[in-house]
């Protein structure tokens, strides 16, 4: 089993960062600056087409995003407004494939 990384200033720098990083996006205001559907909002998240409905309920059976939705949400948006500004090979590294896209 190879030696972990030992976590540098630079590493540990980028983990703080990380821990404090703000970025999200609700399914509100993803779905009012995308033409998705609920089902295609489920898809980004790995939910349930009726936990996301619920996201958009009102009353006492409303649900509620987690974090892990927001941020799903917010990475979606950025790849939608950025997709073709990111290099080739940040693409292969995150496992995109130009045929699929």
Not at 19 to 46: H, N, R
Not at 61 to 70: E, G, I, Q, V, W
Not at 83 to 88: G, K, T, V, Y
């Amino acid at each position: 089993m190879p030696k972990p990384h030992s976590l540098q200033m630079r590493e540990l720098r980028l983990i703080q960062l990380y821990s404090d990083w703000d970025f999200s996006m609700t399914p509100t205001q993803f779905y009012a600056k995308w033409g998705v559907s609920y089902e295609q909002i489920a898809l980004i998240c790995s939910r349930s087409d009726s936990t996301v409905r619920g996201w958009f309920r009102n009353g006492q059976n409303r649900r509620y995003p987690t974090h892990s939705d927001l941020l799903h949400l917010a990475l979606m948006d950025f790849f939608l407004e950025h997709f073709e500004e990111i290099p080739e090979q940040v693409l292969q590294w995150l496992n995109f494939h130009n045929s699929q896209a």
